[in-house]
């Protein structure tokens, strides 16, 4: 290193003054301070003001902000041509220093380590660097202090001239000069930053954005969206003010100017007015704004920054939403159910003004009330009825819709109503923010729904009683008329008869049937009208069938003189399921009416084939049915006839064969021509079925083959009672008789009959329960029960078989029906009428001996026939041969026919003689 030159000498001092003098203009010439790196320019400095002066080192230093320490921003040691920054000085370690700065124009220190401003660096800074002299000035800028630039001698000290001093001080203030250049380009610069920014921020607003001279009231600027809202170009919105592009007047009627003042003189007072303005743009339209003014900070000009909202977008949805809220308002004012809404704590926040009527509340009365708690608080029976158990509390507690009824609200009197009500909550953004509640009186409906039940009940309690008379009614007449048919059957089984004596029988059976039938019309409507009529699916010989209608009716149509023709297809199947009775009573119906409106002609029945099903063609020559009585004919009671001419009828018969065809899956059809004829007809389905004939129940039983058996017959009528030993006896039956159901049981216990005949109308016990009884005692499990009854209903059949009966038999039945029931469990077998035909034809069965033969005669020339059948039944037991001769003589004792029987005894050859010619 270069010592400083000890004590220069003048000319030395004066051409280190004229050097110093250079540099410095060179510094200010190189434009150092222009340069944009203040640090170089700084490392300029320090380096110059080194080598001018000679010394070591020249630093130059910057107060922090908070004046607490000196940060050194470059240091320049000449010896090693080095430049480094960085260190730090604590104000608070070196107080003297620090103090001098402040209060002195330059610190000149030619021995540091004594000097009282300097001596605190002493032994941490001075001794380690070797420093020796210190020639320090402050750096002021705008008369504050900012720095400080530090000469630094190393070894031994030179004292500082006077020239030293000026030198550094006029290097101080060109490094002041530097530092202002610098601070005024940041500032600069940063002015420049937030010119930048501004207008960025202006220029993207969402907003219009002017600013307004209220002197001269023209805009100074505006951004794109005021040009974009005025439309207008810069220059032209630059010429105009607020008052040029407002119309005249304001919507509330007053002067834009005048009301423009006044917001623009209160925006310079400082406030900052928000108001909705009427503006017109370049186009004439009216645009609806929402201003807001603020002053704006100006030396010179009073201005005024506003920001306009075009809110034509909000002003439509208003009305919108004005619109829909009148809408929503007339709704539901207009609705008839009470409506009202709450908030979260079942508050009341609106209500229409049928559901305040309903209440006895004006909406004002209920607004902010708890629903509840006036109307919704006890339940019917006055008892509290707790709020987190109602319903609409949940619906806007955890947004469970409901619908309820039955439940009462309160009204202001204190009155009660039923109501039927539901709750929904409501929901925005997934938030519950109440519930809607609609709620009707229900006082009215719940009391028309009494009074149906009232009236449903009254009508089921006078169908019953109906059904009831009915049942009662025919039992009535079905009891007498048992008798008249039984008796009329087992009369005509009798030899001997004069031809008027079976004439009146024919009369009393055939008026006997006719009453039956009518007996049964009325039931079988009663039964269709209730719902309970049943469709049998049976098997039958379709073909039996149409014989025994047309064995039936032929000599009811000849009577008449009308021919009759029966014609079958030849492909109709012989057994078919199906319902036989009702079948053949609407065949039978159809046909009766044919020959009954028929005068001269014929009348046909004709059975084919029809896509598949079966058709029912009934046909006649007769009356004819004028059109306009076509419609009417099936109506009940309904009959069209000549007053003139005399038939009988109810006007029941097509009313129930409609029906009966309509349950048999068929319908009843009708073409009739006046004065010509009618047809009739219907299509069922009746499948075809392959089955074995079913056995023929038209036959006349006239014999019982098999061991005699014991039959109780229970009867509190004495007539139907002799009814049955009269027809039973003579088939070989032991007949017993009790006369009420206490009886029966008793003797049936006794007599351990083989089979108990049971009516079911009885007085003490009836049939039912005496069934029940019988049934329970283990000796007569097996004993064969049909219960009789002139209840025709399915549900005194029901009840019969439900006590334990093997079968149900109603009055008036057929002879050969109730031997049947009894003879096949009890393994009879029935002869009938036809077959001994055949076993008369057949070879001569073995015949007892002469004297057999002889008492046998005898016995039933004095008609003995109790005395006869004990007789044969003796005879079957010696031999089964005699079987066959046995079962012949039985059937002429069931018949009746005693006189026959004579002859026949009398004509057989007796045992071991060789059979009668024939
Ligand atoms: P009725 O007991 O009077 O015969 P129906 O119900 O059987 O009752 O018939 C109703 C009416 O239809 C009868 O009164 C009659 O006027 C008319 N009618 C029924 N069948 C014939 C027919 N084959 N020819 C003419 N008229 C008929």
Redesign the pocket.
């Known amino acids: 290193m270069k010592a400083r030159a000890r004590l220069p000498t003048l000319g030395t001092r004066r051409k280190r003054l004229l050097e110093q003098q250079a540099a410095l203009v060179a510094l200010t010439r190189s434009d150092v301070f222009n340069r944009e790196n203040l640090q170089q320019a700084l490392q300029l400095v320090t380096e110059t003001a080194a080598r001018l002066m000679n010394v070591e080192r020249v630093s130059l230093w910057r107060y922090s902000e908070s004046r607490s320490s000196l940060r050194c921003i470059d240091l320049y040691e000449l010896s090693r041509n080095q430049h480094s920054s960085g260190a730090e000085l604590e104000a608070g370690r070196y107080p003297a220093y620090f103090e001098a700065l402040a209060t002195s124009e330059a610190i000149v220190a030619n021995d540091a380590h004594s000097d009282p401003r300097t001596h605190e660096f002493s032994s941490d800074y001075l001794t380690p660097l070797n420093i020796t002299a210190m020639l320090d000035i402050p750096v002021h800028l705008h008369g504050r202090l900012k720095g400080v630039l530090c000469h630094e001698q190393v070894g031994p000290p030179v004292p500082w001239t006077a020239e030293d001093r000026l030198f550094g001080i006029a290097v101080a203030n060109m490094i002041a000069l530097a530092l202002e250049q610098s601070e005024r380009k940041r500032a600069e610069a940063a002015l420049r930053e937030s010119e930048q920014r501004l207008a960025t921020i202006l220029a993207y607003a969402p907003d219009a954005i002017v600013v307004l001279d209220v002197d001269t009231l023209r805009f100074v600027e505006g951004n794109g969206q005021a040009l974009r809202l005025y439309g207008l170009e810069r220059d032209a919105l630059l010429c105009v003010g607020p008052v040029e592009l407002s119309p005249e007047r304001q919507p509330d009627g007053r002067l834009s100017s005048e009301v423009a003042r006044e917001k623009l003189e209160e925006a310079l007072a400082g406030g900052a007015p928000v108001f909705e303005w009427l503006h017109l743009n370049a186009a004439g339209e009216q645009v609806p704004c929402e201003v807001r003014l603020v002053r704006l900070p100006d030396a010179e000009r009073r201005l005024v920054r506003g920001s306009i909202n075009d809110i034509r977008e909000r002003k439509r949805l208003e009305a919108e939403r004005e619109w829909l809220n009148n809408r929503w308002r007339l709704l539901l004012e207009s609705a008839g159910p009470g409506i009202y809404g709450t908030d979260t704590q079942g508050r009341c926040i609106f209500i229409n003004r049928s559901g305040g009527a309903m209440i006895g509340y004006t909406a004002e009365e209920v607004l902010g009330r708890d629903m509840h708690e006036l109307i919704h608080h006890s339940l019917a029976d006055g008892s509290h009825y707790p709020v987190d158990a109602c319903p609409i509390f949940r619906a806007f507690r955890t947004g469970q819709p409901c619908r309820i009824e039955g439940e009462v609200l309160w009204r202001r009197d204190g009155s009660c109503f039923p109501s039927e009500y539901a709750a929904y909550p409501i929901v925005a953004g997934g938030v519950i923010e109440g519930a809607v509640v609609s709620f009707s009186d229900i006082s009215e409906r719940l009391h028309a729904q009494n009074e149906l039940r009232r009236l449903k009940e009254a009508a089921e309690a006078a169908s019953r009683a109906k059904s009831e008379f009915l049942a009662s009614m025919s039992h009535e007449l079905r009891t007498p008329l048992n008798s008249v048919l039984g008796h009329a059957q087992l009369l005509r089984r009798q030899e001997g008869l004069l031809g008027s004596q079976v004439k009146a029988l024919n009369i009393i059976q055939q008026s006997g049937e006719h009453l039956l039938g009518l007996i049964d019309d009325i039931l079988d409507m009663a039964k269709i009208e209730a719902g309970n009529l049943d469709i049998v699916a049976d098997y039958f010989d379709l073909h039996r069938l149409l014989d025994t209608i047309g064995a039936i009716m032929r000599p009811r149509a000849e009577a008449k003189g009308l021919a009759f023709t029966a014609a079958q297809c030849a492909d109709l199947p012989t057994v078919v399921r199906g319902d036989e009775r009702r079948l053949r009573q609407v065949l039978m ?2 046909l ?3 020959i ?3 005068r001269g002609g014929s009348v046909a029945l004709h059975v084919e084939l029809q896509r598949g099903r079966i058709r029912f063609l ?1 046909e ?1 020559t ?4 004028e059109p306009e ?1 076509l419609s ?4 009940l ?5 000549d007053p003139a001419v005399l ?11 409609r029906r009966l065809t309509r349950l048999m899956g068929g319908e009843l059809k ?1 073409a ?1 021509t006046p004065g010509q ?2 047809r ?1 007809w219907f299509d069922l389905d009746l499948p075809a079925v392959k089955a074995p004939i079913p056995a023929n129940e038209s036959r006349t039983a006239i014999a019982v083959e098999g061991d005699q058996r014991t039959v109780l017959v229970v009867d509190d009528e004495k007539d139907g009672r002799n009814l049955l030993r009269e027809l039973l006896a003579p088939l070989g039956f032991e007949v017993h008789e009790s006369a009420d159901g206490e009886a029966a049981v008793r003797d049936a216990l006794r007599l351990r009959p083989h089979a108990i005949l049971m009516d079911v109308r009885l007085p003490r016990l009836n049939g039912v329960e005496s069934i029940r009884q019988i049934r329970c005692a283990p000796a007569l499990e097996r004993t064969v029960i049909i219960a009789i009854s002139a209840g025709a209903f399915e549900h005194d059949r029901r009840q019969c078989l439900e006590a334990g009966a093997d079968a149900f038999l109603s009055k008036p039945f057929r002879v050969e029906k109730l031997l049947d029931l009894l003879c096949t469990p009890l393994k009879l077998r029935l002869i009938y009428a036809q077959e001994q035909t055949t076993l008369e034809s057949a070879a001569p069965p073995v015949v007892p001996d002469g004297e057999q033969l002889q008492r046998l005669h005898d016995i039933a020339a004095r008609g003995d026939i109790k005395n006869l059948l004990q007789q044969v039944t003796h005879l079957e037991s010696l031999d089964p041969a005699y079987l066959p001769f046995v079962a012949q003589l039985r059937a002429r004792v069931a018949a009746y026919q005693m006189k026959e029987l004579r002859r026949w005894l009398k004509s057989l050859r007796p045992a071991g003689h060789e059979c009668p010619a024939r």
């Open positions: 119906n159809l009766d009416n044919a009954k409106y028929t009934v006649d007769g009356t004819g049915i009585h009417e004919i099936f109506n009671f309904h009959q069209v006839r038939v009988d009828g109810t006007g029941l018969g097509l009313a129930i064969s009708v009739s004829g009618s009739f």
